[in-house]
């Protein structure tokens, strides 16, 4: 079935630093792409998402270009702050089931110091 | 609009008591969902619902049960806890648009069963 692997965690950057936090997925369709991210005591939120082939999609700084021929959607930002600490998730959205089920990765967390 | 919201947000119940989690939405999503997330393995789908009347069961049902006799609300009945219930539980809610299923989750009921 279709499956979505992140790099463990958990990363723990200084403030200023690049990130990138791998994704790769296994789907057996044409699936939509999502970066989700939580922050301390909240819900998930929409990060960004791409929802074909060579799309990149970003958001707040942060960017990830939806890669078919390596089934990739790795996340990276150029500068990270102490605001970007939060747990994020990678997932994509089966458009073949009768309700868009949506699959997540295990989440990675980031910890940004000054 | 206040999204999805989520009550209580914090319960503390004794083995074999029985609960129920309430969920709303007020952006008229047909779509609702249940996760549950577990430290450090992601989110996993308890129920789901495409519309008023209308649920299904998710990956990890066993022990849960749901109903949805209107399209704003989606409550989730725990009738007899057990420890392994023990974890933090996510509502969302999204309209299908395209295949492209963004979700947007609440804020999170974090149970802990003694």
């Known amino acids: 079935g279709d499956s979505v692997t992140q790099m463990e965690g958990p990363v723990t950057l200084s403030e200023e630093a690049f990130l990138t936090i791998n994704c790769t997925y296994t789907?057996?369709?044409?699936?939509?792409l999502f970066w989700y991210v939580q922050y301390p005591g909240e819900g998930l939120q929409l990060l960004l998402k791409?929802?074909?082939?060579?799309d990149k999609g970003s958001n707040k700084g942060f960017e990830a270009t939806y890669r078919k021929e390596t089934t990739s959607f790795h996340l990276e930002k150029g500068s990270v702050q102490v605001s970007d600490s939060a747990v994020y998730f990678c997932?994509?959205?089966?458009?073949?089931?009768?309700?868009?089920?949506?699959?997540f990765g295990p989440g990675t967390s980031l910890s940004v110091i000054p | 609009n206040a999204g999805v919201t989520q009550t209580p947000k914090f319960r503390i119940l004794k083995i074999g008591q029985s609960m129920t989690l309430q969920c709303t939405q007020d952006?008229?999503?047909?779509?609702m969902y249940w996760y549950r997330q577990d430290p450090g393995m992601g989110l996993k789908l308890i129920y789901y619902?495409?519309?008023?009347?209308?649920?299904d069961k998710g990956e990890v049902p066993n022990g849960y049960n749901v109903s949805r006799s209107t399209t704003e609300d989606f409550p989730l009945r725990l009738e007899l806890a057990a420890p392994s219930q023990t974890s933090v539980y996510f509502c969302?809610?999204?309209?299908?648009?395209?295949?492209?299923?963004?979700?947007?989750f609440g804020p999170g009921t974090r149970l802990t069963v003694l």
């Open positions: 969302a809610s999204s309209l299908r648009t395209s295949g492209r299923n963004i979700q947007f």
């Open positions: 789907a057996t369709g044409y699936p939509s």
């Open positions: 791409a929802t074909k082939a060579d």
């Open positions: 997932a994509l959205s089966d458009r073949g089931t009768s309700y868009d089920k949506v699959i």
């Open positions: 952006m008229n999503h047909n779509y």
């Open positions: 619902s495409v519309g008023a009347g209308i649920t």
